[in-house]
C-alpha cells in the first residue's frame, strides 16, 4: 500500500511538471516568435498559479460535479456513517468527509491530497447492494494523492 501511495505521489509531481514544461514550452515558442522574454515569464506564473489552484481545489470540484451531499453524523446516513468509521479506526487514519452522491449507479470515489484532507462520497445504489463484507473490502480510501480513484461496489 505504501509503495502505490509513494508511486501516485510520484506520478502526481511528474504529471504537474510535465503541464508545466508544456505550457513553458508554449510561452517560449511565442516568446521567439514575437521576440519578447516576458511572454515566457507571464505565462509560467499563469501556468504555477494554475496549478496550485487545482492542486488545492480538484477535491471540491470532483465533489461538486457530481452533486455529493455531505452526512454530516451518524442520524444522516448510519450504515454509510459507521462503516466509515470503523474503517477509519481500523486503518489509523483520520475519519474523511463523508458524501452521498444522488445516482442509482453503484460506485464510489475517494478525493484528498493526504489522509488529513479527504472526503469520501458514495452512491446509493451501493447500499442496495453491499453486504458488510463487500463494503468494507470496496470501501475506498484516499491514498494522499490529488488524484481521484473509483471503485465499484460488489
Same mark, same amino acid.
Not at 81 to 97: A, D, F, Q
Given at each position: 500500500?505504501?509503495?502505490?501511495?509513494?508511486?501516485?505521489?510520484?506520478?502526481?509531481?511528474?504529471?504537474?511538471?510535465?503541464?508545466?514544461?508544456?505550457?513553458?514550452?508554449?510561452?517560449?515558442?511565442?516568446?521567439?516568435?514575437?521576440?519578447? #522574454?516576458?511572454?515566457? /515569464?507571464?505565462? !509560467?506564473? @499563469?501556468?504555477? +498559479?494554475?496549478?496550485?489552484?487545482?492542486? *488545492?481545489?480538484?477535491?471540491?470540484?470532483?465533489?461538486?460535479?457530481?452533486?455529493?451531499?455531505?452526512?454530516?453524523?451518524?442520524?444522516?446516513?448510519?450504515? #454509510?456513517?459507521?462503516? /466509515?468509521?470503523? !474503517?477509519? @479506526?481500523?486503518? +489509523?487514519?483520520?475519519?474523511?468527509?463523508? *458524501?452521498?452522491?444522488?445516482?442509482?449507479?453503484?460506485?464510489?470515489?475517494?478525493?484528498?491530497?493526504?489522509?488529513?484532507?479527504?472526503?469520501?462520497?458514495?452512491?446509493?445504489g451501493c447500499?442496495?447492494?453491499w453486504t458488510?463484507?463487500?463494503?468494507?473490502?470496496?470501501?475506498?480510501?484516499?491514498?494522499?494523492?490529488?488524484?481521484?480513484?473509483?471503485?465499484?461496489?460488489?
Amino acid at each position: 500500500m505504501y509503495r502505490a501511495i509513494a508511486r501516485n505521489k510520484r506520478n502526481t509531481v511528474f504529471t504537474i511538471l510535465l503541464f508545466l514544461a508544456i505550457v513553458g514550452g508554449l510561452g517560449y515558442l511565442a516568446a521567439v516568435i514575437y521576440g519578447d #522574454l516576458t511572454i515566457v /515569464v507571464v505565462t !509560467l506564473v @499563469i501556468a504555477i +498559479g494554475y496549478a496550485l489552484f487545482q492542486y *488545492f481545489t480538484a477535491d471540491r470540484q470532483a465533489l461538486a460535479m457530481s452533486g455529493a451531499v455531505e452526512i454530516r453524523g451518524v442520524s444522516d446516513h448510519p450504515r #454509510l456513517w459507521r462503516t /466509515v468509521e470503523n !474503517l477509519s @479506526i481500523t486503518t +489509523g487514519t483520520p475519519m474523511p468527509r463523508v *458524501f452521498v452522491v444522488s445516482d442509482p449507479a453503484p460506485n464510489a470515489f475517494a478525493t484528498g491530497r493526504d489522509p488529513r484532507v479527504r472526503s469520501s462520497p458514495r452512491r446509493p445504489g451501493c447500499s442496495r447492494s453491499w453486504t458488510t463484507p463487500n463494503s468494507r473490502a470496496s470501501w475506498p480510501m484516499s491514498s494522499g494523492t490529488c488524484a481521484t480513484t473509483t471503485s465499484a461496489c460488489r
